[in-house]
C-alpha cells in the first residue's frame, strides 16, 4: 500500500468492527426507513418531485461510512491524526485528471460493448429519449437536452456529486482500504470493493440501479454489483493511494455517478440491466474490471 496512505502495519479489529458497526447501522436503517414508508418506488412525496426516498438517499444512506469514520475515531481514541483530508496538489495534477475523465471514457467504451452485444438496442436517434422529453411537456428540443447532460457530467457534476460522494469515499477509501493495508495490497483494494458492494444491497433489492425485471431478482443483481464495485473500487482506490487524501475518490466517484446514465440515451426498447449499457451492467463493467487488473498488477 501506497506509504502516501499512511497505513497501520497491523490489522486493527476493533477499529474496523466499529467503523462496519455504524456505517452499515445507519445506512441499511435508512433503507429500513425508505422501505417501510413506500421503497423507492412508491416514496411518499414531500415536495412536488422530491420523495422521502430521493433526500435520504444522497445523504443519510451515502453519509453512514463517513459516519462510521467518525464513530471508530471517536469510540477507540484514534485522533485525527490520518483523517485524509487534506488535498495535496502537488505534482498530482494527473491523479484529478484521471478522477474526472476515466469514468467518462470507460463508461463510453463499456456501453459501446453491450451495444455491439445487444446491437438491436441502439438508437442513435434517442427516439425513446424524446418521447419521454415530450411527455413531460418539457420545452426543450431534447438534442440540447442531451448535450447539456453530457457536458455537464464532463465538467461541473463530478465536482456537485462528489459532495454527496464524500460521505461513502470517507469511509471506504479513507479510513477502510488503509486499515486493511496489512491484508496486503490487492487484497485490501479487492475487499474494500466487495464491502462497498454489499453496503448497496438493500436498496438494490427495492430496485436500484437494475429495477426489477432481471432474472434471479434480487440475487442475481446483487452479484453483478460486486463487479462493477470492486473494478470502480480498485480505480477509486488507487486514486486515494497517489493522492493520499479523499479528495481524488470523491471527484472521481462524483464523475461515475454524473456519466454512469449516458448510455440510457441512446436505448431502444427495455435493456437486460444485468449487463448493461450502464456501468453496473457485467458486460459495461468490463472495461473496469480490465483497468482494476492493470493497477493491481503491482
Known amino acids: ?60 444512506y451515502m453519509f453512514g461510512p463517513a459516519l462510521g469514520n467518525v464513530a471508530a475515531r471517536l469510540a477507540t481514541g484514534e485522533g485525527w491524526e490520518r483523517h485524509r483530508l487534506s488535498p495535496d496538489f502537488d505534482g498530482t495534477v ?58 455537464s457530467a464532463l465538467t461541473i457534476a463530478p465536482i456537485i456529486n462528489g459532495l454527496f460522494a464524500f460521505g461513502e469515499e470517507f469511509g471506504w477509501r479513507a479510513y477502510l482500504l488503509p486499515k486493511l493495508a496489512p491484508l496486503g495490497r490487492r487484497r485490501a483494494i479487492v475487499l474494500t470493493g466487495v464491502v462497498w458492494g454489499i453496503w448497496h444491497w438493500p436498496i438494490l433489492a427495492m430496485g436500484y440501479n437494475y429495477g426489477f425485471a432481471y432474472p434471479g431478482f434480487p440475487w442475481t443483481g446483487m452479484l453483478a454489483f460486486l463487479a462493477f464495485t470492486v473494478g470502480a473500487g480498485t480505480f477509486l482506490a488507487v486514486l486515494t493511494e497517489r493522492e493520499g487524501s479523499v479528495w481524488p475518490a470523491s471527484v472521481g466517484h462524483g464523475a461515475i455517478n454524473a456519466i454512469a446514465g449516458v448510455a440510457v440515451l441512446f436505448v431502444a426498447g427495455q435493456p437486460n440491466s444485468l449487463l448493461g449499457p450502464t456501468p453496473v451492467g457485467l458486460l459495461a463493467a468490463l472495461p473496469w474490471l480490465v483497468v482494476a487488473a492493470w493497477l493491481l498488477r503491482e
Do not use: C, K
Not at 442513435?124 to 418539457?138: E, H
Open 1 to 60: 500500500m501506497n506509504d502516501r496512505l499512511r497505513a497501520p502495519a497491523a490489522l486493527q479489529r476493533r477499529r474496523i468492527a466499529v467503523f462496519l458497526l455504524v456505517a452499515f447501522g445507519v445506512s441499511w436503517a435508512t433503507a429500513l426507513v425508505i422501505w417501510v414508508t413506500g421503497a423507492l418506488t412508491d416514496s411518499p412525496e414531500l415536495a412536488e418531485g422530491i420523495t422521502l426516498a430521493t433526500v435520504l438517499l444522497p445523504t443519510a
Open 94 to 151: 494527473w491523479t484529478y485528471a484521471a478522477a474526472w475523465v476515466a469514468p467518462a471514457v470507460l463508461t463510453v467504451v463499456g456501453g459501446a460493448l453491450y451495444f455491439a452485444a445487444f446491437p438491436g438496442q441502439f438508437d442513435p436517434t434517442m427516439a425513446a429519449f424524446r418521447a419521454q422529453v415530450a411527455s413531460m411537456g418539457v420545452g426543450i428540443d431534447p438534442w440540447l437536452l442531451a448535450a447539456i447532460q453530457i457536458l
